[in-house]
């Protein structure tokens, strides 16, 4: 049996009016690693926009969806960490497809290590000005108040023409600048209190592996979006390793 990680699908996307491919591959590969899957960790940007509404949910991501409840229910277990573009959930994907959901990072012990997950956007915020809108957009009142000013139909179109320009910026690989970046920062700051063996973060769209310490390494997943082989992570008795689909 193996644990599977796996971060910034963006199932749903459009790039220059062309739908991608990546809830596909996505949906294929999940059927691929049910077959020894005990556990999958979705680390946040699986869609590329949700704003969930009590009565309603972005449409598109039914075969997505689909496949978390198939695996969910052979008694696999999926947690789903919401990212900087899914974050906007309620109890939709716990309710209807038996996915735990974790609003803060997580570190538990897997395969007899301690590893510590999230998807790292709010570790990657430079100034004070990014840290108090993340803070503003993944607060409950600031959802609860979106819900209720602005029409669902309004929120969706919104929301899909902030992502495909966000996206259109934002498509290249970024270098990984090493100790310069917030994430590993945030990982020594973490270890002089807490014991950890695996830092696993998404968001960065860089796969990388990282030594910390001679103890201690940091792994950064891929994302789904281009026609390139997604990386994904992989925990087993033996070790963790970045994969490739």
């Known amino acids: 049996m193996a644990y599977y990680f796996v971060s910034d699908v ?5 790039l220059d009016g062309i739908p991608t491919r990546a809830a596909e591959r996505f949906t294929a590969w999940l059927d691929a690693v049910s077959a020894d899957a ?10 590329d926009f949700w704003f969930e509404y009590p009565q309603a949910v972005p449409s598109g991501y039914e075969p997505v969806l689909e496949r978390f409840k198939q695996l969910t229910a052979k008694g696999i277990q999926l947690h789903f960490f919401p990212g900087n573009h899914d974050m906007w959930t309620l109890d939709y994907l716990s309710r209807e497809c038996g996915v735990i959901i974790h609003p803060r990072a997580l570190s538990l012990k897997l395969c007899g290590r301690q590893v510590y997950m999230e998807h790292g ?8 000005g990014e840290r108090v809108m993340q803070g503003i957009f993944r607060s409950r009142a600031a959802q609860k108040i979106g819900r209720t000013l602005v029409p669902y139909s309004r929120m969706m179109a919104f929301g899909t023409n902030w992502s495909r320009s966000n996206r259109a ?11 310069e970046k917030g994430i590993v920062r945030f990982a020594r700051r973490y270890l002089k209190k807490n014991e950890v063996d695996l830092f696993v973060f998404g968001h960065l769209h860089t796969p990388m592996a990282y030594r910390i310490s ?16 997604a990386v994904y992570g ?3 008795r033996s070790g963790f390793s970045l994969c490739h689909w």
């Not at 963006?10 to 459009?14: D, E």
């Not at 001679?214 to 082989?229: F, Q, S």
């Open 234 to 236: 992989r925990l087993d």
């Open 10 to 14: 963006h199932a749903g996307l459009v």
């Open 121 to 128: 956007d709010l570790r990657s915020i430079g100034s004070f």
């Open 38 to 47: 005990r556990a999958v960790f979705l680390l946040g940007d699986i869609f």
């Open 214 to 229: 001679d103890r201690t390494a940091l792994y950064i997943l891929g994302d789904w979006i281009l026609e390139r082989p």
């Open 169 to 179: 910026k934002h498509t290249r690989i970024y270098p990984f600048r090493k100790e």
